[in-house]
Structure formats: C-alpha cells, structure tokens
C-alpha cells in the first residue's frame, strides 16, 4: 500500500458519504394499539439489555487477551465485581440522579429506585425494563475503565471507584443529556447512544487513573523507550472484540428506545446497518494504516479500530448516510492507529487501549453529530464534550488521588512482578503453564 493508495481510498470514501442519507419521508402506516405498543417497547429494552449486558463478557476477554497471564484470573474478578456493583449503586442512586433531574438542572434526586407501572399506557414501556437497559450502560462505562488500569491496580480501591463512578459520577453527568438537565434544554446538545455519556466518561475516568496510578514497571525506561508486553491469548481478545460488535447492536439499536410502530422498527434496522458498516470500516481502516506505517498489520490496534469505529458512530447511529457511516468509522479507525503510540510518547500507560478508542473516537463521534442531525449544533456538541470531560476528569483525578493517599491504589512492587493473580487472589489463571 501507497501514501497514494491510502488517499485513493478516503477519497473514494467521502464520495460515498456524500450519497442520499437515510432520512426520506416515511409512507403512513397503520396505528398501533396501546397494549402492543407497551409489549415491543418493552422486547426491545429486554432484548437490547441482555445483548448489552453480553458486553460484559466482551470486555473481560477483551482485557484477559491483552494483560499477561499472571495478571487474567484478577481481571475475571474485577469484570464481574463491576457488573455487580453498578446494577447495585444505579438502584440504589444512580437511576434517580439520572432521571429525578428538574428541566434544564445540574442534579437528580438522591435516592433507591422502585418501579412504577400504574400509567403503563402513557410510559409505554415496563418501568423495570427500562431500568435494566440502562444499568448495562452504566457498567459498560466502568468496564472501560478496568482494562487501562489493569496490571497494576490493587483491587478494592478500583472497586471502590466503580462505586463511586457508577453510582454517583456517571449518572450526574447523564442526567444533564438524558434526564433533560441542562445540556439538553440549554444547548440541545445530542447524544443518541452515549459516544460521550458512556464511552468518553469511561475514557475521562480511566485517564484519570493513569496518571494518578502510572505506568506498569519496566513499560518505559529512562530513555522513553517502550517495552513491549505482550498479552496472554490474542485469540480471546479477538473473542472478546467480535463479542463487543455483537453488543452494540443492543446498546445503538435499543437506544431507539422504541419498538411498537412501523416507524421504529426501521429506524432499529437502520442503526444495525450503520454500526456495522462504522465498525467494519474502523477494521479495514486500522488494517491499511498498520500496514502502511509498521510494515505489518497489527492485530490490537486491528481490533481497536472495530471499537473506535463503533464508538465513533454511537452518538448518532441513525441519521448518516451508509457512506456517512462508513466515515465516521474510518475516522475511528485512523483516531485509534495514532493515539495509541501517542500515548506511550507521553508515557500514559493504557494496557487495552481503551482511551484512544473509547475517549478520542467518542469525542470524535459526538461532535460529528451536526454533519447528519441538524437539530445539533457544533457549539452545543463543543459545550457537552468539554462540560462532562472537565466534570468527569476532575471527580475522577480527585477520587482516585484520595484512593491513592488512604488505601493505596497501586500494588506493590514484588506483588506487581509476581502477578495480582498471585498476588491478591492466591490463584493463577492458568496453572498448569505455571513453572514448578
């Protein structure tokens, strides 16, 4: 491949992009019933949350593939310990801070979450669907934050973050969009999935974590050379990302939030087609662009240019072209293929690669949003992405900060070289490779 070829290739792209959108006026159909209405309103919650929630297990093959074998069984660990703690702490506060926000306000109302079905007919949706779909968000968000961290991080104070994140940090910041606070009456700020409500706070808290926890030893040495650390089993990370691409049909398609009309039901087809078509564009992307740049394709990177481009598309699924889509993925794609070198020049240690594909490409996907939506603003995009980086990151930096100066947050430097596995759990992954 060719500096020629690659330009070639954008270029050809953007033609594409430039194509009819989907957006066309829509044959009348016929009216649903209410009953029917709830019952697929109701599917779609259910379904969506369950695909969701199976990225819960995308993730931490994702993380096992990528940190060494000394270090998986904690992984194990701190991935399911997170999906539990956030489906408690949304119950207990986070649902009410998103959604007991007053119009245009900053704060929800704190308090334990009880489900109300009495105007089930209005809502048009089961209460406690509706609270599950948007639990797996919330601990989608955190599961972001465990990969970065991973290798060095002790295990309770990261779960004492996760508390805190999932219960407090993320549903304040949602509220402001998706509680009808103030981004949203103020600035119409839009954010259709969460390229920057899940993926970006993930990312500003797990940048946070980095530079408050630091590198894993031997990562950079005195010279700014980076050392390779190979992970345990590339093919579970592969596992773990095609995992990923299947549940963001769920966590895109279930944000239409609506499944009981003609209407909607296109709608949840069309976002299917455009995150696939991101995602597979961020693959094809990454795979050129390590080719042309190391002489080699890079399978990581190759697999985080599936994540950027599907994050890249999150924040607006819907409106773009197919061409469009495949744009915003590409874009994705080539975000992830630079920052994450970037990332070791500035000796920011980030095992997984989660902030370039999670905080980069969820920046990126959010203030694309005006190209296809023209109810978004550049200025209102601008303000959301800045607001809740600069709320997130510093709740964030400051919590993590005073892990660091009570508990601790960082294992020990023998327990680092041995493994956590070993180390906090007295166990090892995979024991039978271990030397006598």
């Known amino acids: 491949m060719t500096k020629k070829s690659l330009l070639l290739f954008f270029t050809v792209l953007l ?21 029917s209405v709830f019952v697929f309103n109701t599917t779609l919650f259910l379904i969506s949350g369950m695909v969701v929630m ?33 489906g408690i702490m949304v119950w207990l506060l986070g649902y009410n801070l998103i959604y007991g926000v007053a119009e245009g306000g900053f704060i929800g109302k704190f308090g334990i979450w ?3 079905d009495a105007d089930w007919a209005q809502t048009g949706y089961a209460a406690s669907s509706d609270w599950y779909f948007q639990m797996v968000f919330v601990a989608t968000a955190a599961s972001i934050v465990s990969g ?18 999932t219960g407090v940090i993320y549903p304040i910041q949602a509220s402001w969009e998706w509680g009808g606070g ?22 500003w808290a797990a940048l946070a974590g980095a530079l408050v926890i630091g590198a894993r030893d031997g990562k950079y040495d005195q010279t700014g050379r980076v050392h390779a650390m ?6 579970l990370a592969t596992l773990g990302t095609f995992i990923l691409w299947l549940g963001w049909f769920g966590f895109n398609g279930g944000s239409q939030l609506a499944l009981g009309s003609i209407d909607n039901a296109i709608a949840v087809a069309k976002i299917f087609v455009n995150t696939n078509m991101a995602a597979a564009a961020g693959v094809v992307t990454a ?51 630079l920052a994450v070198p970037l990332l070791d020049k500035l000796k920011i240690d980030d095992v997984v690669g989660a902030i370039p594909a999670h905080l980069f490409c969820g920046i990126w996907g959010t203030l694309v949003v005006p190209l296809s939506d023209k109810s978004a603003s550049l200025i209102g995009q601008l303000v959301g992405v800045v607001s809740i980086g600069v ?14 100066l009570t508990t601790g947050v960082r294992a020990s430097e023998p327990d680092e070289q041995i493994g956590l596995d070993k180390a906090e759990l007295g166990m090892e992954a995979y024991p039978e490779f271990s030397p006598a």
């Not at 940190?67 to 194990?76: D, L, S």
């Not at 190979?230 to 093919?235: T, Y």
């Not at 709320?391 to 660091?404: G, M, P, R």
Request: net charge neutral; glycine share 8%; with cysteine.
């Open 54 to 86: 199976f990225m819960a297990a995308g993730f931490c093959m994702l993380e096992v593939g990528l940190v060494r074998a000394k270090n998986a069984a904690t992984i194990c660990v701190k991935n399911i310990a997170l999906f539990s703690i956030a």
């Open 15 to 35: 033609a594409i992009a430039a194509g009819p959108t989907f957006a066309q006026d829509a044959p009348a159909y016929p009216a649903a019933t209410d009953a």
């Open 230 to 235: 190979p992970g345990s089993s590339l093919p």
């Open 391 to 404: 709320f997130v990151f510093t709740i964030s930096f400051a919590l993590w900060y005073l892990l660091k």
């Open 148 to 165: 970065t961290v991973a290798e060095r991080v002790k295990l309770w104070p990261f779960l004492i973050f996760v508390a805190a994140l």
């Open 287 to 337: 795979l050129v662009l390590t080719q042309l740049l190391y002489k080699k394709v890079d399978l990581t990177i190759t697999l985080n240019g599936a994540i950027g481009g599907l994050v890249s598309i999150t924040a607006s699924p819907l409106e773009p072209s197919i061409g469009l889509a495949v744009l915003i993925g590409s874009i994705g794609g080539v975000i992830v293929t």
């Open 114 to 116: 009880g489900a109300d």
């Open 182 to 203: 103030w981004l949203d009456a103020k600035f119409a700020f839009a954010d259709f999935a969460g390229s920057t409500l899940v993926h970006s706070t993930g990312g």
